[in-house]
């Protein structure tokens, strides 16, 4: 194989998701292979046993009413861990809900579970997550004083942007969640979040540095709200941080934490 076309053949396998090991040790392909011993007869298979797709209408009314049945955070977790009307679901490995003290006064909503989210089943635990960490512990708060979660619980393949239509079928229970918890203040960490949940199409840009207001659906109540860039773009656009430290500087005012 031409290098080329192996490297043509690893970004394949990145884009569709395929971007981790799973044996404990490497396998050398390259190593002489002992004589094939002699091949058993080979039983024949069981019928295969096919899942009915979903209509995405009818995913959509599961899921708003298995988020409107769950009458606290334990029971949204396990209603989303028995939804089967979203294929991210078929794709993912853990089911990422949330971390944190449900009970907190702040809880933060990002886009969507990466590869290190997916395989710990833990929301923000990679990179930006670890920048992220540092961003609360930076006007005193931490996991155990704050709650996370995303707007997606599985992770998308290759990292992917969230579709519009995977975000309107999460939605429901991602505004349940909020409801449970009924943070003092909501946090939308990046512009996915801002958007899905304050339902502008405003960017990040024009939506961070204001206190918003978010909308629940049960009791009517409202919720202030601030937007934040994701610790993400923070990685990339490192010459944002001193506006994201002037949104940081927000939080903490309204959340009334000393120095």
């Known amino acids: 194989m031409r290098p080329e076309d192996a490297l043509a053949l690893l970004r ?3 884009a569709i998701g395929a971007d981790e090991a799973l044996a404990e040790e490497p396998i050398d392909r390259t190593a002489a292979r002992p004589p094939a011993s002699p091949v058993a007869p080979i039983p024949a298979a069981a019928p295969a046993v096919l899942r009915a797709v979903v209509p995405p209408a009818a995913a959509g009314s599961s899921a708003r009413e298995a988020a409107a ?28 809900f949330g971390d944190g003290d449900p009970t907190a006064d702040v809880m933060l909503v990002g886009e969507a579970p990466g590869a290190d989210e997916d395989r710990l089943g833990k929301p923000f635990v990679g990179v930006s997550g670890q920048l992220l960490d540092r961003m609360l ?13 995303n707007i997606l619980p599985w992770r998308p393949p290759g990292n992917r942007k969230p579709t519009a239509a995977e975000i309107a079928l999460c939605l429901p229970f ?39 207001q978010y909308h629940t659906d049960n009791d009517n109540k409202t919720i202030d709200t ?29 959340l009334n934490i000393s120095d």
């Not at 049945?69 to 679901?89: D, P």
């Not at 991602?174 to 949940?197: D, F, M, N, Q, Y």
């Not at 937007?227 to 430290?245: M, T, V, Y």
């Open 174 to 212: 991602v505004r349940r969640h909020i409801e449970l918890v009924a943070p003092r203040l909501l946090v939308c960490v990046g512009g996915t979040a801002a958007s899905a949940l304050l339902d502008r199409n405003e960017g990040i840009m024009k939506l961070r540095g204001r206190v918003l």
């Open 137 to 149: 512990q930076a006007i005193g708060l931490d996991r155990r004083t704050a709650y996370i979660t």
């Open 12 to 14: 394949w396998q990145i």
């Open 69 to 96: 049945a769950a009458g606290s955070v334990e029971e949204l977790r396990a209603a989303l861990a028995a939804f089967e009307g979203c294929a991210l679901k078929k794709t993912a490995t853990n089911l990422v």
């Open 226 to 254: 601030i937007c934040i860039f994701h610790p993400a773009f923070l990685l990339r656009s490192p010459g944002q941080k001193r506006e994201a430290w002037r949104d940081l500087l927000t939080i903490r005012r309204r």
